[in-house]
């Protein structure tokens, strides 16, 4: 008896989206609301966004980098190509998109509009709060902020030791060797 795997359908390109909020902003500048090349071009993103939704509650597109996560995997195919793009976003702000499920075309020209807009200046109001009053309810956009991780705190600063306070808490040596010796000062050599 022979089994047939289901096919696991192929993921849908970011990077379709990410060019189709940049032409969607770039269209909501240059025309009118309920234009036909806007209104096709809402249709083209729609579509590769519930293509996505089917099989995932969640769209979530990152740009670190330069580099470009599809729901937290790379995603990065030629980052010379679509360079540009990510660079529009991440001059506006915006490195990363998240779309929910029930996102319906209207939030989507809603949010091309804002992004034309958000060139405009600073704004009293978050994102968050913009988005939502032009009734968007599904996307997100936000600003990743860089976490050095680089550093590392000393071991015995963070243990109090077996017994549960810090006069148990293991020590560095030299200190070790200082409070032993009663000494505060000096090399610290054993003889």
């Known amino acids: 008896m022979t089994t047939t795997a289901a096919a696991t359908p192929a993921p849908v390109d ?3 989206v990410l060019k189709g909020f940049a032409s969607l902003r770039k269209l909501a500048g240059a025309y009118p609301a309920g234009h036909p090349m806007i209104e096709q071009k809402v249709r083209e993103v729609d579509e590769a966004v519930q293509e996505h939704l089917r099989t995932n509650p969640v769209f979530r597109i990152e740009m670190i980098h330069g580099n470009v996560f599809l729901d937290g995997v790379s995603f990065s195919r030629d980052p010379q190509a679509n360079n540009q793009i990510i660079l529009e976003l991440a001059n506006l702000g915006v490195d990363s998109i998240h779309i929910h499920e029930g996102v319906v075309p209207d939030e989507l020209r ?10 405009e200046g600073p704004h009293t109001e978050s994102i968050a709060e913009q ?3 032009r009734n968007v309810r599904h996307i997100s956009l936000g600003t990743l902020v860089p ?12 243990s109090f030791g077996e017994r549960g306070d ?3 808490a293991p020590r560095p040596a030299a200190q070790a060797q200082r409070s032993r010796h009663g000494r505060t000062g000096g090399s610290g050599a054993v003889a």
């Not at 976490?147 to 963070?158: H, I």
Request: glycine share 0%.
């Open 147 to 158: 976490l050095d991780t680089r550093w590392r705190a000393q071991p015995y600063l963070l």
């Open 14 to 16: 970011p990077y379709q």
């Open 110 to 119: 809603a949010v091309a509009e804002f992004l034309w807009q958000l060139k």
């Open 166 to 168: 810090p006069q148990s």
């Open 131 to 133: 988005l939502i009053a």
